[in-house]
C-alpha cells in the first residue's frame, strides 16, 4: 500500500529553466493511475486510514505540497510537483540601415585625415560621451531623435593642415550628408515594406474551404513536429466574453457542437493572452489552469496581431513529457502563422466589401454629376455661370435651372445639412421636388415652401436642407428671390460688392419655414452670386474658410469679365482654402449684360 502511494505521489524531477516563472500546485493521478489507485484523493485499501487531502497551491515560487500520515507518523514520500512554465515574449528589434554598411565611408574618412591632417572617426550608437582630448563630436542625423552613430574629431598631429574650425565645417557637411544617406535608406527600407503589403489579394472561388484546410494542415505538421497527438484554435467573440472553437486536429467533431468556454474561467487562455506562452508539462488540478482538454501535457500559445488579440491555439500530448525551449520557440511561430492566416482572411472580407461600396459610391457620384445641367439657359440679356465640388463619392450639394410656367427661368443651388453621402438623399430629394413643383408654380417663395412640405413629410425631420431660388424673368423688371436655411447671396459690380444674405429656417425643419423673400434691380454689368453652404462675413471669423468679403472683393475686380469668369475666380478661392474642412461647393452666377 505504502508503495502504491509512492508510485502516486512521486516527485517530479522537472526544473526551472532561465526566463521563465514555474508555479507549483497539486498533483493527481491521470486516467489509468486514477482507477488503479482506487480514485481521486484517496489510496485504495487505506480508507480511514490515510487521508490525502487535496491542497489548492497560489501561484508562486516552488514548494511542495503537505502529505498525508498514518497514525499520526511523519511522511516518508513527497508529493509530485506539477509544473507550469510561462515563456514571455520579446519584442522584435527593427533591423534598420546602417552607416556602417555604406561601403565608401572608410575611404571618405581616410581622404579626410590625408587632406585636413585631422582624423574623423565615425562611431556607432546612440551615446556620445566624448573621450578625453577630443575636440568635437556631433551626430550623424541630427534630425532623429535617436542618432544611430556620432562623428568625432580629433588633431593626429601636433600642427595640422588646416586649422580647427576649417576641419570642423568639413566635418560638419560631411555629417549632413551622411545624415541625408541614412534618411534616404530608411525611407527606402519602409517604402519597400509598404509597397510588399500593397500587393492586392486575389480571393480563391473557395476561400472559407481553403481557410479550414489551411488551419488545420498547420495545426496537424506543427503537432507532428514537436511530438503532440492533438490542437485546437479558438477565438473570442465579439463581446470577448468566451472562447469558441474554430479549428482542430487530432479531436473528435463534436468538439465543434460543445458550449463556448466562459473567458473568466479559462485561467491559463487569459495568461497566454498577456503574451505568454504557458506550458502545462505534466497534469494538474483542472480548477486552477482549466484547460480545455483533458491531456497529460498542453501548450497554449496566444493568437494575436500586433494590434489585436484574436484568441489562444492549444497543443496537447497524451504522454507525459517536458516541452523544450526548441518546442515552444517553434509553436510561437506557428501561432503567429495562424494569425497571419486569420488576419489575411478578416483583411481580404473586408478588402472585399470596401471595393464593392467604394465601385457603389463611384456609380452614386456618376449618377449625381450627370444630372447636373450642362446646357446653359438662354434669357435675353442674361449670363448664367455655375460650378460645385465635392468630395469623392456622392455630395449634398447641387444647382439646377428649369422653366416656369410664366415664362421666367427658376436658377436653384442647395445643399444638405449633412455632408457626403449622408447627404445625398436630401439633396436628390430636394432638387427633384424643386422640379416638379416647378411645372406649375412660378414665385420662388411658392416653390421653396412646396419643396419645404415635400422634405418634411417624407422624412423623419432629420433630412435638413438649404437652398435659394432665383426667378430670372422673361421681361425686364425686379430680380425676385427666396432663401432657406444657411446661403451667401452677394450683389456684385464693377469695384464694389455687397452681401444679401439673411436668417432663415431649413427646409425640411417643420410644416411651414420662415423664409427670406426679396426683390432687387440688377442694372447692366451687374450680377448676383449664389453660394452655399454660407461663408462667413468677415475673414477673421472664417477659420481659414472663403470668406464673404474676400469672394467679394474679388468678384468686384473681374465684375468687367464675363459670367466664366467669375466661375473661375470662385473656384480658384474655393481651391486654395488651406484648411480643407469644407470640400463640397456649389455657385451660380447670374451676370446682367447690356441690352
Not at 48 to 59: F, K, L, M, T, Y
Not at 291 to 296: F, I, V, W
Not at 376 to 393: F, K
Request: with cysteine.
Amino acid at each position: 500500500r505504502l508503495r502504491r502511494l509512492d508510485r502516486i505521489a512521486r516527485p517530479s524531477p522537472i526544473g526551472a529553466g532561465p526566463g521563465r516563472r514555474v508555479c507549483c500546485g497539486d498533483d493527481r493521478p491521470w486516467k489509468g493511475e486514477a482507477s488503479r489507485a482506487g480514485g481521486r484523493g484517496a489510496a485504495t485499501g487505506l480508507a480511514g486510514h490515510v487521508q490525502a487531502e487535496r491542497v489548492e497551491a497560489p501561484i508562486g515560487p516552488c514548494r511542495h505540497l503537505p502529505v498525508p500520515s498514518i497514525h499520526g507518523e511523519p511522511p516518508v514520500v513527497q508529493p509530485r510537483a506539477t509544473y507550469l512554465k510561462i515563456y514571455r515574449e520579446e519584442p522584435p528589434e527593427a533591423a534598420e540601415p546602417r552607416l556602417e554598411d555604406v561601403r565608401s565611408l572608410p575611404a571618405l574618412l581616410r581622404a579626410f585625415r590625408q587632406a585636413t591632417g585631422w582624423s574623423l572617426c565615425y562611431l556607432p550608437g546612440p551615446q556620445a560621451d566624448p573621450p578625453d582630448g577630443l575636440k568635437w563630436s556631433t551626430p550623424a542625423n541630427p534630425g532623429e531623435v535617436t542618432p544611430p552613430g556620432h562623428l568625432r574629431l580629433h588633431p593626429v598631429g601636433p600642427n595640422p593642415p588646416a586649422d580647427a574650425r576649417t576641419a570642423q565645417r568639413l566635418a560638419e557637411a560631411i555629417a549632413g550628408l551622411l545624415g541625408e544617406l541614412y534618411e534616404a535608406r530608411r525611407a527606402v527600407w519602409q517604402r519597400e515594406a509598404e509597397l510588399a503589403a500593397g500587393v492586392p489579394l486575389v480571393p480563391h472561388p473557395e476561400e472559407p474551404a481553403q481557410l479550414a484546410t489551411r488551419l488545420e494542415a498547420t495545426l496537424r505538421a506543427a503537432a507532428q513536429t514537436t511530438g503532440c497527438h492533438a490542437a485546437a484554435v479558438y477565438l473570442l467573440d465579439e463581446a470577448t466574453t468566451c472562447l469558441k472553437l474554430r479549428s482542430r486536429w487530432g479531436l473528435p467533431w463534436e468538439r465543434f457542437l460543445h458550449p463556448t468556454r466562459p473567458l473568466e474561467d479559462a485561467l491559463a487562455d487569459l495568461e497566454a493572452m498577456l503574451g505568454h506562452a504557458v506550458v502545462l508539462d505534466a497534469r494538474g488540478s483542472p480548477t486552477p489552469w482549466n484547460p480545455p482538454e483533458d491531456y497529460p501535457a498542453a501548450v497554449c500559445l496566444p493568437l494575436a496581431t500586433p494590434t489585436t488579440i484574436l484568441g489562444t491555439v492549444w497543443f496537447f500530448s497524451d504522454q507525459r513529457r517536458h516541452f523544450s525551449d526548441h518546442d515552444v520557440a517553434v509553436l510561437e511561430i506557428v501561432a503567429g502563422r495562424l494569425a497571419s492566416d486569420l488576419e489575411r482572411a478578416m483583411l481580404l472580407r473586408e478588402g472585399m466589401e470596401g471595393a464593392q461600396l467604394k465601385q457603389q459610391l463611384a456609380v452614386a457620384e456618376r449618377l449625381q454629376r450627370n444630372q447636373l445641367p450642362t446646357v446653359q439657359p438662354v434669357v435675353d440679356h442674361w449670363q448664367v455661370g455655375a460650378w460645385m465640388s465635392q468630395r469623392p463619392g456622392p455630395g449634398s450639394a447641387f444647382y439646377d435651372w428649369h422653366a416656369l410656367p410664366g415664362g421666367s427661368v427658376a436658377v436653384f443651388v442647395g445643399q444638405a445639412v449633412q455632408p457626403g453621402a449622408a447627404g445625398a438623399i436630401p439633396a436628390t430629394t430636394l432638387k427633384a421636388a424643386l422640379r416638379a413643383h416647378a411645372e406649375y408654380q412660378d414665385r420662388p417663395t411658392t416653390l421653396l415652401q412646396k419643396a419645404n412640405l415635400t422634405l418634411w413629410t417624407g422624412s423623419a425631420g432629420d433630412q435638413l436642407a438649404s437652398a435659394v431660388c432665383v426667378a430670372i424673368p422673361a421681361l425686364a423688371g425686379p430680380l425676385p428671390y427666396a432663401m432657406a436655411g444657411q446661403v451667401s447671396v452677394i450683389q456684385v459690380r464693377s469695384g464694389h460688392w455687397q452681401s444679401l444674405s439673411g436668417e432663415a429656417d431649413f427646409l425640411g425643419q417643420g410644416p411651414q419655414a420662415a423664409l427670406v423673400e426679396r426683390q432687387i434691380d440688377v442694372p447692366p454689368d451687374h450680377g448676383l452670386v449664389l453660394v452655399t453652404p454660407r461663408l462667413p462675413f468677415d475673414q477673421s471669423q472664417s477659420h481659414g474658410l472663403p470668406a464673404e468679403q474676400l469672394l467679394g472683393s474679388r468678384l468686384a475686380a473681374v465684375a468687367h469679365l464675363e459670367a466664366e469668369q467669375w466661375i473661375t475666380a470662385c473656384r480658384d478661392l474655393f481651391e486654395a482654402d488651406p484648411s480643407g474642412q469644407r470640400a463640397e461647393w456649389a455657385a451660380v452666377v447670374l451676370k446682367r449684360t447690356a441690352p
